[in-house]
């Protein structure tokens, strides 16, 4: 084994997006270790590093070459390779001759499907020096990024200009050209507090040198934990707590190389606009830490994270004052001038915005809504009037000032609008909810009519974008359609929400312009997207339930998602009775006789006059007895009770593989237990396909 040296590669840039930061050292990691696995060079570990001007990975002990290995062709068959007689024939000297070697040095090799010639020939490792520069290519060139950059004579693209590359093993460079810049051993540190070019002796010296001599903390997750505390310990001197979320920390984590928190404070006046607007003026515009007291009401204080220790701090807190005073004075500027007329009256203003091409503007778009939302409410036999209201006005808030400078209050406002403009509580709440949720784990919809008004808006957007026949497809999904869809599927089983999907998505549907033009929709497949969707919710917050549970469940084409789940509950529960591998194995026995039989379900009716054994009867009886049995159970979604009772079934139909000969001679006789292993299938599928079960132990 040849000697092992740390090793580095760093890509210093101009300023990286501090949003997609993160994502792009996961993948540069995540792409330089399957790289170097896949070239058989060992190595102990790595760590990336992300600021926002380099992306860096130290590989710890990295072999100086690939290991040796032995590869293997496959020559033709030996009863082709060599006659009766034993002497070889041409397909036996081509092979040696391809594989350059005589055919004495041609070995032989056994496998399941005979005996083959076969040739192993030792491969002796290549450098890493060799091998490195092309990994770190491939592992740039397979990063995330949507849009490259191209700048100056480079003819390579990448997120932002490179400025220099760091590529060293050991002590030694690795010499390679990547965008048109030559490797060395020089990196660069902080713009203000570093000057010059940093020599970095060697890998391990890295970070340390960075943070010595460049006053950066190459770290990402450092630095992170760094503002975390220091954002909290400056809110705790002040006599409060930040508000702030993951996103926001590690995007300002992003912006920074050497952070420092800042406190500042604004004109307490502002304190009357609504909290979500001074927050998203402080996060959105600044990425500004907002401070609240302990009962949840803001201060009229937020901390900055200056990128430089300066020795002036109170002029950068002046100068961040400032700003935050003419963006809250826009911001109350804009709240005050649109109240100035009811929310109902920006209805007209959305006829000019185009939603999307082929389904006309947003007014267009709110009709839809409208009419989809209705329908729900009378599919809940709930009076339609306030949420028919809520969804009229549901999109009148885009066209205000507020939203046009923050878009992501819409809904939001709109809610306060309404409370303004006189409208009923329980519309000014729908109206607010009506985008929840808005990403994985965010709140629900509390009230029925938010409820109501959300699913409706998820399924009006999935409806049109499928009628146009843009169906996400891979990674891409512009529409954020597989959002809706888990939206809607959060909504109607968290929110303890009846409703028959298929019937929902065919209102839609009916809504669209080309239904209106064309005539009916195919509906499927976005029903098969919704229950996709619903399969990755169940599955991921239900660790007891399987793919093949799902499945069986599937099978019987269940539109309630509340139906659905309990369908899989009382699966789950049937998988470990003691029955189950029994009853489990005579289903999939009794569809593989129906299935090779071609048996039609057309008549499935049983003559009991034709049967000739006792096992017959006694199945038959106990049959129609469960038959009975299960019908209310079923009504009333008694499934775990209907499955019990099914597995009571357990001995007579063992008894009748037993003891009885399905495929008969007697063409009469076999149609009569074909029918009855018919009506057996059938009941065994009320709940769900038990066939489909994998795996059962029971």
């Not at 002990?61 to 006659?83: D, H, W, Y």
């Not at 109206?431 to 965010?442: A, N, V």
């Not at 079934?649 to 009885?660: A, E, G, K, M, Y």
Request: aromatic share 8%.
């Amino acid at each position: 084994m040849s000697k092992a040296k740390d090793f580095l590669v760093e890509i210093g840039t101009e300023e990286l997006p501090p949003k997609a930061l993160q994502n792009l050292a996961s993948a540069f990691l995540e792409s330089m270790r399957n790289n170097l696995e896949k070239e058989l060079l060992d190595y102990e570990s790595m760590k990336s590093f992300a600021t926002p001007r380099r992306l860096a990975i130290v590989v710890r002990s990295l072999e100086t070459k690939q290991r040796s290995c032995e590869t293997q062709q496959k020559g033709p068959p030996v009863s082709i390779a060599f006659n009766k007689e034993g002497e070889p024939t041409k397909a036996a000297l081509a092979f040696a001759e391809k594989c350059g070697v005589t055919l004495d040095e041609i070995g032989r090799k056994k496998t399941k499907d005979g005996e083959w010639l076969f040739f192993s020939k030792p491969e002796v490792g290549k450098s890493a020096e060799m091998l490195v520069p092309r990994i770190v290519e491939k592992a740039l060139a397979s990063l995330p990024i949507p849009r490259r950059m191209r700048w100056g004579n480079c003819g390579e693209e990448f997120v932002r200009p490179v400025q220099w590359i760091i590529m060293l093993h050991g002590k030694q460079v690795i010499p390679t050209k990547m965008f048109e810049v030559i490797s060395g051993q020089k990196t660069q540190g902080h713009r203000v507090h570093s000057v010059g070019a940093i020599k970095i002796a060697s890998p391990n010296a890295y970070e340390k040198t960075l943070k010595s001599k460049g006053f950066v903390i190459a770290d990402f997750t450092e630095r992170k934990n760094q503002i975390i505390n220091a954002v909290n310990q400056a809110a705790k001197k002040v006599g409060g707590k930040p508000i702030a979320d993951d996103t926001l920390f590690e995007e300002v984590t992003g912006l920074t190389e050497w952070p420092v928190p800042v406190t500042g404070s604004f004109d307490q006046g502002f304190l009357t606009l609504p909290k979500e607007v001074i927050i998203a003026t402080l996060t959105s515009h600044q990425r500004y830490f907002p401070i609240a007291d302990s009962v949840g009401k803001l201060l009229p204080r937020f901390i900055t994270l200056a990128n430089l220790n300066s020795p002036e701090p109170d002029r950068i807190r002046y100068g961040n004052e400032r700003v935050i005073h003419a963006r809250l004075a826009d911001a109350k500027f804009f709240w005050e001038m649109d109240q100035k007329k009811p929310l109902e009256k920006y209805s007209e203003t959305l006829k000019k915005i185009v939603y999307q091409q082929d389904l006309g503007t947003v007014h267009d778009q709110t009709n839809r809504l409208v009419a989809i939302a209705e329908s729900l409410a009378r599919q809940q036999e709930i009076n339609p009037d306030n949420i028919i209201r809520a969804a009229r006005l549901s999109k009148c808030d885009l066209v205000t000032g507020l939203v046009g400078e923050f878009p992501e209050l819409q809904g939001t406002m709109g809610s306060y609008y309404a409370k303004i403009s006189g409208e009923e509580a329980d519309v000014a709440i729908a109206i607010g909810e009506q985008y929840l949720p808005r990403f994985s784990g965010d709140a629900l919809p509390l009230s029925v009519t938010g409820k109501i008004i959300a699913v409706a808006d998820k399924l009006n957007t999935l409806a049109g974008i499928f009628s146009l026949g843009k169906i996400p497809t891979g990674n891409k999904d512009p529409f954020g359609l597989r959002r809706a869809a888990l939206g809607i599927v959060r909504i109607l089983i968290e929110g303890n929400l009846e409703l028959d999907v298929n019937n929902a998505i065919n209102d839609a549907m009916a809504q669209q312009p080309c239904a209106a033009n064309d005539g009916k929709l195919d509906t499927a497949p976005l029903f098969n997207f919704i229950m996709e969707r619903s399969k990755t919710y169940f599955l991921e917050t239900h660790p007891n339930f399987r793919s093949d549970i799902f499945d069986a469940v599937r099978s019987c084409q269940p539109t309630s998602l509340l139906d659905f789940q309990a369908r899989l509950e009382a699966v789950e529960k049937f998988t470990k009775l003691k029955e189950a591998p029994h009853l489990a194995a005579a289903t999939k026995r009794t569809v593989n006789i129906l299935h090779k039989t071609e048996y039609s379900h057309s008549n499935n009716e049983v003559d009991r006059k034709l049967f000739d054994n006792e096992s017959e009867i006694t199945l038959y009886e106990n049959l129609q007895a469960a038959q009975q049995d299960i019908e209310p159970l079923i009504q009333q979604r008694a499934y775990s009770d209907s499955l019990l009772r099914l597995a009571a079934l357990q001995t007579s139909i063992d008894q009748f593989f037993d003891s009885v000969l399905v495929m008969v001679e007697d063409k009469t006789i076999r149609d009569n237990r074909l029918a009855l292993l018919s009506q057996l299938s059938i009941v065994f599928r009320t709940v769900a396909d038990i066939s489909l079960l994998r795996d059962i132990k029971g």
